[in-house]
């Protein structure tokens, strides 16, 4: 129903920062709650981050605590995600989904983005 649409992936040098947006199509967009995923390759896809429709609270995934930053302009039906010092091991596909419970159980999302690359070099 909600069709999902990543941005802003990239080559970054470990410790340096990237902002990830999510553009979502629709007029319903601010009751969702918004999830970042990631899957390195071999891996399983993992939760990072989340926030409610409200933009108020949000969740992070213990890995990424403190550096990542998850926020949401509801006006402009947009997600983002603010990687600071980043990793070599935040290297992934990051993908963006929208759902209508605040979980970090990837099923719980019902809507997909098709994912944007994020290489961090060593």
């Known amino acids: 129903q909600v069709q999902l649409v990543e941005s802003g992936g990239a080559l970054v040098q470990a410790g340096g920062s990237l902002r990830l947006s999510c553009a979502a199509s629709?007029?319903?967009?601010?009751?969702?709650?918004m999830g970042w995923f990631r899957q390195a390759p071999g891996k399983e896809r993992e939760f990072v981050a989340r926030i409610t429709g409200t933009g108020i609270i949000t969740a992070y995934a213990d890995s990424v605590k403190g550096r990542f930053t998850i926020s949401r302009d509801n006006a402009k039906n947009t997600v983002y995600l603010r990687m600071n010092s980043l990793k070599f091991e935040d290297t992934a596909v990051y993908y963006c989904?929208?759902?209508?419970?605040?979980?970090?159980?990837?099923?719980?999302?019902?809507?997909w983005g098709q994912g944007t690359q994020v290489t961090v070099s060593s």
């Open positions: 989904a929208a759902g209508y419970s605040s979980t970090s159980w990837a099923p719980s999302y019902k809507s």
């Open positions: 629709g007029r319903t967009f601010s009751s969702y709650t």
